[in-house]
């Protein structure tokens, strides 16, 4: 069965850092991206960018390229999103997804909450 | 990159069938076959619907169908049951290798 666990809720100040994870199982995490969605509170779904663990080939959003970082442990077969300085606008659910272009975002993880609040 | 266009809702009685809209460019839904939808119940992971624009997963029910005409993609729910009350997504894959989620449409069952 294929899954995608992903860590808890965070709650973090203004200019903190954080990294949340993507742990994925069933498949061979080698074989398929992971991609990242962020869904601020009551809003729709937005692309964050997407990673290739096998080499980590990275693509990023225009509106997130800078922001945040992606990155891979192939070995734990995890996926990593960082932040190095937080802002309130952060405050969101994001989400990992199992991702191929032919069948995109075909299985997700439970979000992560992450709350920013001073 | 814009977010692909949706109406903000759409309603519907049981048992009948409803379609939503996605619109975008030439360099999105009209310029790929790499068109999905995903629904999303209130507290969930979204779930993949569609894929490849006309494509079910396995375990998808048939009341699911998708098409596309230029640069705007469907979705078409036949037979409505109130367990389809959610949002729905359209993702598009878009020049530039990157990809653009629809705002979302509000599916109410009357």
């Known amino acids: 069965e294929v899954q995608l666990v992903q860590s808890g809720a965070e709650v973090k100040k203004p200019g903190e850092s954080l990294e949340i994870s993507c742990t994925g199982s069933?498949?061979?995490?080698?074989?398929?991206?992971i991609g990242w969605v962020r869904q601020m509170p009551g809003k729709g779904l937005e692309w964050m960018g997407i990673?290739?663990?096998?080499?980590?080939?990275?693509r990023y959003s225009p509106s997130f390229q800078g922001q945040v970082t992606m990155s891979t442990d192939r070995a734990a077969r995890t996926a990593y999103l960082q932040w190095s300085g937080l802002k309130a606008s952060d405050t969101a659910i994001y989400y990992c997804?199992?991702?191929?272009?032919?069948?995109?975002?075909?299985?997700w993880g439970q979000g992560t909450l992450v709350t920013v609040s001073s | 990159q814009s977010a692909l266009t949706q109406p903000a809702s759409v309603s519907g009685s049981p048992g009948q069938s409803i379609t939503i809209s996605c619109t975008g460019t030439?360099?999105?839904?009209?310029?790929?076959?790499?068109v999905s939808w995903y629904q999303q119940h209130p507290g969930k992971a979204p779930k993949l619907m569609i894929y490849?624009?006309?494509n079910r997963p396995s375990g998808v029910s048939n009341r699911f169908s998708g098409s596309k005409s230029g640069n705007t993609a469907s979705l078409t729910i036949s037979g409505l049951q109130a367990e389809d009350e959610a949002d729905y997504y359209c993702?598009?894959?878009?020049?530039?290798?990157?990809?653009?989620f629809g705002g979302g449409t509000k599916l109410t069952v009357l």
């Open positions: 997804a199992r991702h191929l272009r032919a069948v995109p975002y075909d299985f």
């Open positions: 069933g498949y061979n995490f080698d074989d398929y991206w």
């Open positions: 990673i290739y663990p096998s080499n980590s080939d990275t």
């Open positions: 030439s360099s999105d839904v009209g310029g790929y076959n790499y």
């Open positions: 490849g624009v006309t």
């Open positions: 993702c598009a894959y878009t020049s530039g290798t990157n990809w653009v």
